[in-house]
């Protein structure tokens, strides 16, 4: 069982190349979200989707875009890569669908973009 | 809204001495409350989780988070520290009803031997 599997782990891009950082689940997961972690700031959530079909916007959407692509995958994806975007980027998913008992985040390992 | 406050950004214990980290909280609505433990170049594991039930509630590797809803508090503690307790902590709180988790910024545990 793979968990939350998040692809690439490292990146290097030039100011205003695009990507797409991957992410995919296999525990038959309604809600996904994708993270930024930079010092200082803890997790900023960019964009989730609550259940398949569904994105919304989090803390920190500017430059960002998202696709739910079936309900194992969600993509992030920068159009023109900034500087301000180095960062490391947290694919996680949960239960959702309303199962409040069932809180608990499973998150990817991490993507580590740098923005030259 | 909901929103979390770490106290300390850093927080430096010698092995064998308690571990306390602080974390206030804001929510709208009755709240769910959650420690992560980020250790070096790894990803986010699950400390502990409150979510209603008992106030007091005990996690992994020894440490337990209180919840106290008169302060707005959900501080975390560890009698003794080791090692391998030098990580960055997370306070994390979901309070509306989809499932928003709004994180601290984070503390950063440092354990002297």
């Known amino acids: 069982n793979a968990g939350v599997t998040q692809t690439p782990k490292f990146q290097v891009l030039k100011t205003g190349q695009s990507m797409t950082l991957q992410c995919a689940q296999d525990?038959?997961?309604?809600?996904m979200y994708w993270y930024r972690q930079d010092p200082g700031m803890g997790l900023r959530l960019i964009y989730y989707?609550?259940?398949?079909?569904?994105?919304d916007k989090g803390e920190v959407p500017n430059g960002y875009n998202v696709s739910r692509l079936n309900k194992r995958e969600f993509s992030l994806r920068l159009e023109s890569a900034a500087p301000s975007q180095t960062s490391v980027y947290f694919c996680a998913s949960i239960l959702g669908g309303g199962a409040r008992d069932d809180e608990k985040l499973f998150f990817g390992s991490g993507t580590q973009l740098s923005v030259l | 809204a909901q929103s979390v406050t770490q106290l300390d950004s850093h927080v430096s214990v010698s092995e064998g001495t308690p571990v306390l980290l602080r974390c206030n909280y804001s929510s709208s609505y009755s709240p769910s409350l959650f420690w992560y433990v980020q250790h070096p170049n790894k990803g986010l594991q699950l400390l502990l989780k409150y979510t209603s039930a008992a106030t007091l509630v005990k996690g992994i590797n020894g440490f337990e988070a209180e919840f106290k809803k008169s302060e707005t508090s959900f501080h975390l503690t560890k009698p003794s520290a080791h090692m391998s307790d030098a990580a960055e902590y997370f306070c994390v709180v979901r309070g509306d009803s989809w499932g928003k988790f709004q994180f601290g910024a984070g503390t950063q545990v440092v354990v002297t031997p």
């Open positions: 525990m038959n997961h309604n809600s």
């Open positions: 989707s609550a259940s398949e079909g569904t994105t």
